[in-house]
């Protein structure tokens, strides 16, 4: 049997960090029985201003909880990065694993990561195994060969949860090249039993930005104070 990589894909948490414990366990849930290996890239919308994590975080909680829940990469949009300042995307630079690209200032256009024994680019490059595209909301996903791309839609939510979109990709026997690329009808996370150690490192998440919160309004009253 050809060898195989199942590219799991979120978009839209929106800050809803709960989600997360649930999309690891529905990821857990695909790879089972898989003769390959699986590898989540998250297409933007990580946080929205309305999200306490992610005011307090400054648009970071989002990205740190898919780091926390396994992502491989994260696509930030430029309303993702609005909320950024010089010194957020710094820390994000400096501290996250994530692969990190988008239409942001400071960040590449592409970003690459190793999924078993392949490279993946997020965002196109000729250097890379497979590249991901990102398509905007309600548009059709698609494999172009020619240039080993698959583009991805954002998934809708699914009974009022974020959603795991699905690409399942056969490779060339003793080589590098897809043969194959299937996009798969998304899942949604409704049912699914939270991940305890995801969820726990959630909380862990939470009370950083807690961190954050007070002293931000610490320094407030201390600056109205003085």
Request: include cysteine; glycine fraction near 12%; proline fraction near 7%.
């Amino acid at each position: 049997m050809p060898p195989c990589l199942l590219l799991v894909y979120s978009a839209n948490l929106r800050g809803r960090l709960d989600a997360l414990p649930r999309l690891v366990s529905r990821a857990r849930d695909v790879r089972a029985g898989l003769a390959g290996w699986l590898t989540w890239v998250d297409l933007g919308g990580a946080c929205a201003p309305a999200a306490w994590e992610c005011a307090a975080t400054e648009g970071r909680a989002g990205l740190m909880g898919l780091e926390a829940a396994g992502c491989a990469a994260a696509w930030l949009t430029a309303v993702d990065g609005a909320g950024f300042n010089s010194v957020t995307l710094a820390r994000l630079r400096t501290r996250a694993s994530l692969a990190l690209a988008g239409p942001v200032e400071g960040l590449a256009e592409r970003a690459a990561w190793r999924a078993g024994p392949w490279t993946i680019s997020l965002g196109w490059s000729a250097d890379a195994d497979l590249s991901i595209g990102v398509l905007d909301a309600g548009q059709t996903p698609y494999w172009e060969p020619g240039t080993r791309t698959v583009w991805l839609a954002p998934p809708p939510d699914l009974m009022g949860w974020p959603a795991l979109g699905r690409a399942c990709i056969a490779w060339e026997e003793g080589g590098g090249r897809p043969r194959t690329v299937e996009i798969l009808p998304a899942l949604g996370c409704d049912g699914a039993r939270p991940d305890a150690t995801v969820a726990a490192a959630i909380e862990f998440v939470r009370e950083e930005a807690r961190h954050y919160q007070q002293a931000r309004l610490k320094g407030g009253a201390d600056h109205a104070a003085g």
